[in-house]
């Protein structure tokens, strides 16, 4: 049964930073397409970074390309997304998807991903 369950959301004041957490069960790990994706209040949900674990680059929404970094630690199956310079339209629900195939030439969306977290918010404030 896959599990996804983020953690490392919280509150902080525009500038600062937050690096978020995804550990993962359930799969294997190794050859899975994992993304991070946000939805604020009244807003649909958006793409925010995706990474194919078994290598290639990762894959960034122009809204958070220079700010946010995606990465993985294989050993702990465990996906993170560190972001930098936030802003407050970075304030949003924040979840983290999985699916074992990985369309890398499209942009990210929820529809290509079949698993997913319950989310962990972020809150920034201006």
């Known amino acids: 049964q896959v599990q996804l369950v983020e953690s490392g959301g919280g509150s902080v004041q525009a500038g600062g930073s937050l690096r978020l957490s995804c550990a993962a069960s359930g799969f294997t790990y190794r050859s899975y397409c994992m993304g991070w994706f946000r939805q604020a209040p009244g807003k649909e949900r958006e793409g925010v970074a995706r990474?194919?674990?078994?290598?290639?680059?990762?894959y960034y929404a122009d809204s958070v390309k220079g700010r946010f970094t995606i990465s993985q630690d294989n050993a702990k199956n465990t996906l993170y997304l560190q972001m930098n310079s936030l802003k407050a339209e970075d304030t949003a629900m924040y979840y983290c998807a999985a699916d074992p195939i990985c369309y890398t030439s499209v942009r990210i969306r929820a529809q290509n991903f079949g698993y997913w977290g319950r989310g962990t918010q972020v809150t920034v404030s201006s």
């Open positions: 990474i194919y674990t078994g290598g290639g680059n990762p």
